[in-house]
C-alpha cells in the first residue's frame, strides 16, 4: 500500500508562490501523478497531472500558466508550484497516484489508486 504525504501548505496572500510537495512510501515511477483540490462546500477538482515520464502534462483551465505540476521518479515525490495566487484557489489539496490511466482519462477520482491526505492551502485578500 503506497503511502502519499503532503506537504507545504499554508497561508498566503494574494499574489504569492507556493510549492507543495507529495513524497510516496514506495516506488511510484510508474504512476501518472495528480493534485486534487477540494474547496469547503464543494467536490474535489482536478487540478494537475503529469505522467510516468514526466514528459506530458494536464491543467484544469482556471490553473494553466500559473500551477507548475513535476516529478522526481529517483525521490518518489510530485510536486506544485504555484504562482499568482488566488482566494479562489483556497481549498485542501491531495496528491493522488494511478496505474489506471496517463494523462489523458486523469481527470477522473476514480481513476486513482491512492490518496494523500491533503494540506491546507489558504489564499487571503
Known amino acids: 500500500q503506497v503511502q502519499l504525504v503532503e506537504s507545504g501548505g499554508e497561508l498566503v496572500q494574494v499574489g504569492a508562490s507556493l510549492r507543495l510537495s507529495c513524497a510516496a512510501s514506495?516506488?511510484?515511477?510508474?504512476?501518472?501523478l495528480a493534485w486534487w483540490r477540494q474547496a469547503p462546500g464543494k467536490e474535489r477538482e482536478f487540478v494537475a497531472v503529469?505522467?510516468?515520464?514526466?514528459?506530458?502534462?494536464d491543467y484544469t483551465d482556471s490553473v494553466e500558466g500559473r500551477f507548475t505540476i513535476s516529478r522526481d521518479n529517483a525521490k518518489n515525490t510530485v510536486a506544485l508550484q504555484m504562482s499568482s495566487l488566488k482566494p479562489e484557489d483556497t481549498a485542501v489539496y491531495y496528491c493522488?497516484?494511478?496505474?489506471?490511466?496517463?494523462?489523458?482519462?486523469?481527470?477522473?477520482?476514480?481513476?486513482?489508486?491512492?490518496w494523500g491526505q491533503g494540506t491546507q492551502v489558504t489564499v487571503s485578500s
Open positions: 493522488a497516484a494511478s496505474v489506471k490511466c496517463s494523462v489523458y482519462g486523469c481527470r477522473l477520482a476514480g481513476k486513482y489508486d491512492y
Open positions: 514506495e516506488r511510484i515511477s510508474e504512476h501518472a
Open positions: 503529469i505522467n510516468w515520464r514526466g514528459s506530458i502534462r
